[in-house]
Structures are given as C-alpha cells and as structure tokens.
C-alpha cells in the first residue's frame, strides 16, 4: 500500500481523498488546517491542526513512511503550500500539487483585479457602497481601512468583525446561483470581493454578479513554488498510480536485492 498525505482544505482535496479510500492500492490521510469551528465529516481517515513548520512535517512524513504527498490546500494557503515543496524535497517525497486554473473575466463581469488584502479595500472606491466580502474571516480586517462602506461579511463560523459597519452571515457553501442573486439583491450589494480560487464549488457568486451588473473586487492569487501541478482529481489519481508502481518497483528491487 502506498501511504498518501493529502493537504485538504479544498472540496477537491475531499473527493480524492474519497477516491484513495475505495482503492486498495492505498492508504490516504486527509490533513485540515482546523480553521472552522467544526469539520464537516470527509467520511475518510482525517486530521486536524499544523504539523509545526517544516521540521514538523518533515518529522511527520519520516515517521509515518509516507510515499507521496498532495498539497490540495486553498490556492491562499501559501505558507502550507510553501513548507510542503520544503518538506518534500527534504524528505525526498514525491509531491504533487492539486489546483485547478483561477478565474478569468467574460463578457459582462465588471471586474477589478488586485494582488492583495489592502489593494481589495483601497480598489472599493471614495463612495460609500454596500459590500459583499467572501475573503475569509482572517482577511477582513484589511477593509478597516476603508470604514465608510457597509460590509456584509460570508464566512462560516459566526465572528465579531473588527471593522465599524459590518454584519456577519455565517454560512457554508457551495450556494447556487439563485441563492447567489437573492442574497446580493435583498442585500442591495454593489460590490463583491471575492478571492479568485477558482473553485468550482464557489462559482455561483460570480454569475450572480455578472447577471445582476455587481462590481466584482478580485483578489488574485499569491505566487507559489514551482512544483508538478494537477488540475483535476482523475490527473491526481493517475499521478498517484504511477507513484504506487514506482514505490512497487523499488520496493520488489530491494527484496531481491538487486
Ligand atoms: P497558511 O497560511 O498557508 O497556513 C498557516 C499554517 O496553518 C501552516 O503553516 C500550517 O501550520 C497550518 N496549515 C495550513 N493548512 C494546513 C493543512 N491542510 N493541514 C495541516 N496544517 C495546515 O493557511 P491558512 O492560515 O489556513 O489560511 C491562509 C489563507 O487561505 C487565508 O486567506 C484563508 O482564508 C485561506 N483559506 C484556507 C483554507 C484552509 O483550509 N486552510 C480554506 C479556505 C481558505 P504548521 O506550520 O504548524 O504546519
């Protein structure tokens, strides 16, 4: 069996890990970074919480004999994403990204993109608007520096938000379209920062966006180390695959010891 750590956090990281668990050739862990209140059940073996930096993972990954790692984090969760490339080239474990390509505007979406929190607030303008902000709880308060907007904040767990004129909805997607565009039109929202994922599962904003007119704030993604990237879960299952005959090999070579 080839041991397979999996870096969740993504509906992506959910379905292989899914996948792994219904194939005998492996045995997969799916790793979260615990950041919401609860986890919704994988329904396969999972952990939660950091590994303690690069030595920490490294450590983890020795320990347990690991074959191969998939960094299948949110494209924002760089530090994970950066201290596993480390990890992997340290412990010698072959690593493979899981990520599928961001967004691109079409016709009829009103976007402005930026490369970061503070560029998100700053692009919102000098006129009081009425904001959707989907950038996560840990983000928000970048928009304390733009005050004299109302912000209605998505984020899973309810919080307090550090900014004046703000209300938090908690909620756990994905949403549809339909839910998308009643929100933002109840809301009476005139703009929606988003961060650009990419993600399936969270695409209905966008639409709604563009069939409603709504301006769209899209924070680009950070850089990442340049590792072998997969964009699908069957590109992930195939990469694996190969990893099991390779660990196979290796490992028939040793016992006859050639
Ligand atoms: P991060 O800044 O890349 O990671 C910070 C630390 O959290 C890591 O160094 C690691 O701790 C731990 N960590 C992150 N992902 C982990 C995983 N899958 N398994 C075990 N430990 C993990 O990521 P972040 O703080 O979670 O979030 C950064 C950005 O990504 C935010 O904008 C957030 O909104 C967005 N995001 C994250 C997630 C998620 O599931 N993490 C989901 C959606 C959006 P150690 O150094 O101790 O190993």
Request: glycine letters at 10%; zero cysteines; a positive charge.
């Given at each position: 069996m080839l041991k397979v750590l999996i870096l969740g956090g993504t509906s992506e990281a959910r379905r292989l890990g899914q996948q792994l668990a219904a194939d005998a050739r492996f045995d997969a862990l799916l790793s979260f970074a615990g950041r919401t209140e609860s986890i919704a059940d994988p329904g396969v073996p999972y952990r939660v919480g950091g590994f303690g930096g690069i030595d920490g993972l490294c450590e983890h990954l020795r320990r347990e004999r690991?074959?191969?790692?998939v960094d299948a984090t949110h494209p924002f969760a760089a530090q994970m994403s950066r201290h596993a490339a480390s990890a992997a080239e340290l412990v010698r474990v072959p690593l493979a990204r899981l990520e599928g390509p961001p967004w691109r505007p079409v016709a009829g979406d009103r976007w402005v993109e930026v490369a970061t929190m503070a560029a998100a607030a700053a692009a919102l303008g000098s006129d009081p608007c009425r904001v959707l902000c989907t950038v996560g709880r840990l983000e928000v308060g970048a928009f304390a520096a733009a005050p004299w907007h109302e912000y209605l904040v998505r984020a899973v767990d309810p919080f307090e938000p550090?900014?004046?004129r703000a209300r938090v909805i908690a909620a756990r997607g994905p949403f549809c379209v339909d839910e998308e565009r009643a929100l933002m039109e109840r809301e009476h929202i005139d703009?929606?920062?988003?961060?650009?994922?990419g993600t399936p599962s969270t695409y209905a904003k966008i639409i709604a966006a563009r069939?409603?007119?709504v301006r769209v704030v899209m924070v680009c993604r950070p850089s990442l180390p340049a590792v072998t990237t997969l964009s699908?879960?069957?590109e992930a299952m195939i990469w694996l695959e190969r990893a099991w005959v390779e660990a196979d090999h290796d490992a028939s070579t040793t016992k006859r010891g050639v």
């Open positions: 690991y074959g191969a790692l550090p900014l004046p703009v929606l920062v988003s961060k650009n994922s069939q409603l007119g699908a879960v069957s």
